[in-house]
C-alpha cells in the first residue's frame, strides 16, 4: 500500500488568503510530483523534484511555489489564493525498484480546494 | 519531447462488451516506462500496470490486458466483458528513466447495465 499522504483533504478558503497544501511519503523516493486536475479532466502538472533542493516548474503555469527541504516532504504554496484557483490538487511520488528500474507514480488521495 | 496521446476523449459501451482503449506515445530515448491508472468517480489515482521498454510481453490480469507494441509507440488496454464498475476515466503515462512524469488526456469509459 502506498504511504503517501495529503493534507488537507478539502478546504474552503477565502480570496487573497495563504494556503499550504501539505505533501509527505515514506517510501524515500526521490521523485514527487504536484499535478492540478478539475474533476474528471486532465491531469496538468504544476511542480516536479528529483530530489532535495530540487524543484521544476510543470506543463501548466502556476501562481504557486513548491519547496524541497527533505526528500519526504513537498508542499505547495499559494501566497493569495484566488477563485481560479479553484481545482484538486494531487501529489505523488516514484523511485526506483531493487533493478534500479522507475517504479509507478503513488498518488496521495488529493486537496479539493475551494477559493470563495 | 515526450508526449502521450488518447485519442478517445470518451467511450460508452453496455455491460458485457469488451473495450479498448489506445494510448500512442512519443519519445526518442531507449529507455522509458509506461503506466495505465484508473480515476474512479471518487477521484482517487489507481495504479493498474507498468511496462518497460524492454519487455514487450503482452499481459493479462483477469479481464484486463495490455497490448504493448514498440513499433507503433501504443499501449492498448482492454476490458474484456465490461462491467459496471469499469466506469471511470483511464489515464495512459509515460516516464523516461530521468525526466518527469506525462499523463495523456485520459479516456472516460462509462459502462451501461
Known amino acids: 500500500e502506498a504511504d503517501i499522504y495529503q493534507t488537507p483533504r478539502y478546504l474552503v478558503i477565502g480570496t487573497g488568503k495563504k494556503i499550504t497544501l501539505e505533501c509527505s511519503q515514506t517510501m524515500g523516493h526521490d521523485k514527487m510530483y504536484w499535478y492540478q486536475q478539475d474533476p474528471g479532466m486532465e491531469l496538468h502538472l504544476i511542480h516536479y523534484?528529483?530530489?532535495?533542493?530540487?524543484?521544476e516548474k510543470g506543463d501548466l503555469s502556476s501562481e504557486s511555489t513548491v519547496s524541497r527541504i527533505r526528500t519526504e516532504h513537498f508542499p505547495l504554496t499559494l501566497e493569495s489564493a484566488r477563485p481560479s484557483h479553484t481545482s484538486q490538487y494531487l501529489c505523488?511520488?516514484?523511485?526506483?525498484?531493487?533493478?534500479?528500474?522507475?517504479?509507478?507514480?503513488?498518488f496521495g488521495q488529493g486537496t479539493r480546494l475551494t477559493v470563495v | 519531447a515526450q508526449k502521450v496521446t488518447q485519442a478517445q476523449t470518451e467511450i460508452s459501451v453496455v455491460e458485457k462488451e469488451d473495450v479498448t482503449l489506445d494510448c500512442v506515445y512519443e519519445t526518442r530515448d531507449t529507455t522509458y516506462y509506461l503506466f495505465w491508472y484508473k480515476q474512479p468517480p471518487s477521484g482517487e489515482l489507481v495504479f493498474l500496470i507498468r511496462?518497460?521498454?524492454?519487455?514487450?510481453q503482452n499481459e493479462i490480469s483477469g479481464r484486463y490486458s495490455w497490448n504493448f507494441q514498440k513499433s507503433t509507440s501504443s499501449f492498448n488496454f482492454t476490458i474484456t466483458a465490461s462491467q459496471v464498475v469499469d466506469s471511470a476515466v483511464y489515464f495512459c503515462?509515460?516516464?523516461?528513466?530521468?525526466?518527469?512524469?506525462?499523463f495523456g488526456t485520459g479516456t472516460r469509459l462509462q459502462v451501461f447495465p
Open positions: 505523488a511520488s516514484s523511485g526506483r525498484d531493487r533493478v534500479a528500474m522507475n517504479t509507478e507514480a503513488f
Open positions: 503515462a509515460l516516464i523516461l528513466a530521468t525526466d518527469k512524469l506525462i
Open positions: 511496462r518497460n521498454s524492454f519487455d514487450e
Open positions: 523534484s528529483y530530489g532535495v533542493n530540487s524543484t
